[in-house]
């Protein structure tokens, strides 16, 4: 998941290769002009810029929303078969709900898409296919988890900031909220130990064994013990004033990354992009990355769909396997830090051995490969982004001080039930 930006318009789309009519699907000169739906920072710019050069008879646009805006606004478009980009991306949290309707999707398999099927972990494949076998989408990265912590921060707290040091701080998540309270009693004025309570939980939920739902799609989260230890904790944790009680995505929390009002983010590899674009280039070597409390888990990672309605299908089935075949995910990943989902990157030495230089040269390549090999991935239900959308919204009003825990928890359960 990469929830970013506000919906632009088509006067202003994100990252345009070549700028022309909005819904049109041929541009100047006779060329076919695709477009690519997408939330958050990709790594694409320079990749879209790269095709277009290689296709002159292309022409790219790419249109950027918001998390949530993008997975509802792309229901609505397939659902009237109308408006839907070339190219739309899906985050894990909505595939199932996607794929439960498969006819609305180029099936990839009957586009060559079996062929290339062993390019990704098992695991991923697999989690587009429909019930009846149809791949509705072509793995871009997977999420992974770490933290990033402000190493100069930490410091001024009297805690260390060697990364190896700062992991052994942390081996739970009961030991990160207690180095919080450390944290805190020392702390530079007005700064806090982490961002937000969704921030955090959304972590714990991925690493738990269960998510919100169970196997056969129903939604278990008001009886899953881990999730509501795993809210009690950080529940605590906000009574305690270790959070900045920022909403993570939103003005105020990418203000707060530029004010340094927090020493830690839980940080998927997605998550380091959106730390560089919003600390800004002085921040570069104040932050690092170390291994996250509990090890393992996984927050995010999307697919590149085709929707069965766009006019260049085939033009954009072949602009899709482009994008998530292994040498543009390398690329990926060392331009914004997303991990990608192609094993036999995990043994490449120029990945393995990749130093992040804006994070203090943290041996990202090999702190997020070796977590991805250790990966078991959790089954997201049909609904499983809307409810994470839900839980960050129940823990935002425990931090308001609008509901105390148990309420807010009691409703949270209540409203996903419904």
């Not at 989260?221 to 009574?239: P, S, T």
């Not at 959106?274 to 690092?288: C, M, N, S």
């Not at 999307?302 to 299908?313: D, E, F, I, Q, R």
Request: with cysteine; glycine share 12%.
């Amino acid at each position: 998941m990469r929830p970013k930006a506000l919906v632009l318009g088509c006067a202003a789309l994100a990252t345009a290769v070549v700028l022309s009519g909005c819904g049109s699907d041929t541009a100047s000169g006779g060329k076919t002009k695709l477009t690519i739906g997408l939330f958050g920072n990709f790594g694409y710019a320079e990749l879209l810029k790269e095709y277009a050069s290689t296709h002159p008879d292309v022409e790219i646009t790419d249109r950027t929303a918001s998390y949530s805006d993008h997975h509802k606004n792309l229901a609505a478009h397939l659902a009237t078969s109308s408006g839907a980009a070339d190219i739309e991306a899906v985050d894990t949290g909505y595939i199932n709900q996607f794929k439960a309707t498969p006819d609305k999707f180029v099936d990839f398999n009957t586009k060559g898409g079996g062929e290339l099927k062993d390019r990704w972990l098992a695991w991923k494949w697999e989690a587009s296919l429909s019930k009846d076998g149809k791949q509705i989408g072509y793995g871009t990265d997977i999420g992974g988890l770490a933290i990033c912590y402000r190493r100069d921060l930490l410091q001024n707290a009297g805690l260390p900031a060697d990364r190896d040091q700062v992991a052994a701080l942390w081996p739970t998540w009961q030991d990160f909220m207690a180095a919080g309270k450390t944290f805190q009693a020392k702390a530079p004025e007005g700064v806090k130990w982490f961002d937000g309570g969704p921030t955090v939980l959304n972590a714990i939920v991925g690493q738990a064994s269960t998510g919100y739902y169970d196997k056969t799609d129903k939604i278990v989260v008001g009886d899953n013990k881990e999730i509501k230890a795993g809210w009690d904790l950080v529940v605590d944790g906000v009574q305690s004033g270790l959070s900045s009680k920022l909403l993570y995505s939103t003005p105020v929390w990418n203000t707060g990354f530029k004010q340094g009002q927090f020493a830690t983010v839980t940080c998927p590899a997605w998550q380091m992009a959106k730390i560089k674009d919003q600390a800004g280039p002085e921040a570069a070597g104040k932050w690092d990355v170390t291994s996250v409390p509990g090890g393992g888990g996984n927050w995010g990672g999307s697919y590149l769909t085709v929707p069965k309605a766009g006019k260049n299908v085939d033009k954009a089935v072949e602009l899709a396997a482009w994008l998530t075949a292994p040498e543009q995910q390398a690329k990926v990943f060392k331009s914004a830090g997303l991990l990608p989902s192609i094993p036999k990157l995990y043994d490449d030495p120029s990945i393995v051995d990749y130093k992040n230089p804006y994070f203090n040269d943290a041996p990202i390549g090999k702190l997020f490969t070796d977590a991805a090999k250790k990966l078991n991935p959790q089954y997201q239900g049909p609904k499983a982004g809307d409810i994470q959308t839900a839980i960050g919204n129940a823990m935002q009003r425990v931090e308001q001080g609008k509901q105390n825990g148990e309420d807010s928890w009691r409703q949270f359960v209540g409203d996903v039930q419904k």
